[in-house]
């Protein structure tokens, strides 16, 4: 009797997920001809992926980047052709830029409407806490948190009125920090804020979904790597008095070898990112990560925060 409970708990948490994925199975994908689609971030990496794989399955996509005669940009026109892809100057960080996105979808809505909104912009870096300028934490919350929040905003209207999709970029560093705890602030905050809307927008039928990826570094070009000699350059004489270019160099050797790991294949992400954009009953969370990677978040969200210290203490150390 003392067993049976707790299993028969077990079944019924685990139900509603397996009739869910039973359903995505069984359920048609949606149509996109004659819907739009904006995208933030597409002068490179997984915006860029997605710009393009939206284009061909039908979507018209606004695609926005940061330098539309920039490179990058410039090759996302020339592979999409003329037709449903037009790109345009978004910076997220100018609530102008984002408002004349606005006028623009509006101005070029197709038949069926503003289907969804793809907060993907983000940058990252990296550093000790000390080691990073005011000026620097502001820059990363308003491109990577506020950011995605005004684009939001200015699109809430929209997504209500057409029932569309609300895709946010966030990571797995969301959960923990190995040297970069500036970019994991911002994914924190980026969760919270999407699980607050997403409760809000259920009435409306209005579905926001979060992208969690692993190291995915050598796909995207979000993080180079890290020169030792430039931190150094960079310190205060109170963070030159603590560490010493040995130190620094030790930690920048640490977070170029994880970059190095990371997988080359963003099209792992874009699938996660489509499906959440087309399936019937999209997810609430796509973790797209390696096997030790899930393994690390699932330490962190069971295990005491003493463990998890323990454990990255040790993988800081090697």
């Excluded at 995605?148 to 966030?170: C, D, E, N, Q, W």
């Excluded at 979000?222 to 620094?248: D, G, T």
């Excluded at 080359?264 to 959440?276: C, F, P, S």
Aim: overall charge positive.
């Amino acid at each position: 009797m003392g067993v049976a409970a707790p299993l028969l708990l077990l079944l019924l948490l685990l139900l509603p997920l397996v009739l869910a994925r039973l359903w995505r199975r069984g359920a048609v994908p949606l149509d996109p001809a004659g819907r739009a689609v904006l995208i933030t971030g597409c002068d490179s990496g997984f915006g860029h992926l997605l710009a393009l794989r939206l284009h061909r399955l039908g979507f018209t996509v606004f695609a926005g980047c940061l330098c539309p005669g920039g490179e990058g940009a410039q090759r996302l026109q020339r592979e999409a052709g003329a037709g449903r892809l037009r790109v345009l100057r978004l910076d997220v960080t100018r609530s102008r830029d984002v408002l004349a996105a606005k006028e623009l979808v509006l101005s070029h809505l197709p038949e069926r409407g503003f289907w969804g909104l793809v907060n993907n912009a983000g940058i990252s870096t990296f550093g000790e806490t000390g080691w990073l300028s005011m000026e620097k934490y502001e820059k990363f919350a308003d491109v990577n948190l506020l950011g995605s929040i005004r684009t939001t905003l200015a699109f809430l209207p929209l997504l209500r009125k057409y029932k569309g999709r609300i895709v946010f970029m966030s990571s797995i560093i969301a959960y923990f920090s190995l040297g970069n705890g500036i970019y994991s602030m911002t994914k924190a905050a980026i969760e919270k804020f999407c699980d607050a809307l997403r409760l809000e927008m259920k009435k409306f039928g209005v579905q926001v979904c979060i992208i969690q990826p692993g190291n995915y570094a050598r796909s995207t070009n979000i993080q180079p790597p890290v020169s030792a000699e430039e931190i150094w350059n960079e310190l205060s004489e109170e963070e030159k008095a603590v560490y010493n270019k040995e130190y620094v160099q030790e930690r920048a050797n640490f977070f170029n070898s994880i970059l190095s790991e990371g997988s080359t294949n963003g099209n792992e992400v874009v699938d996660a990112m489509v499906d959440a954009l087309m399936s019937p009953a999209p997810k609430a969370r796509y973790m797209v990560a390696k096997l030790k990677e899930k393994a690390l978040v699932l330490v962190c969200a069971l295990f005491p925060t003493a463990v998890m210290d323990s454990v990255l203490s040790y993988a800081l150390s090697k």
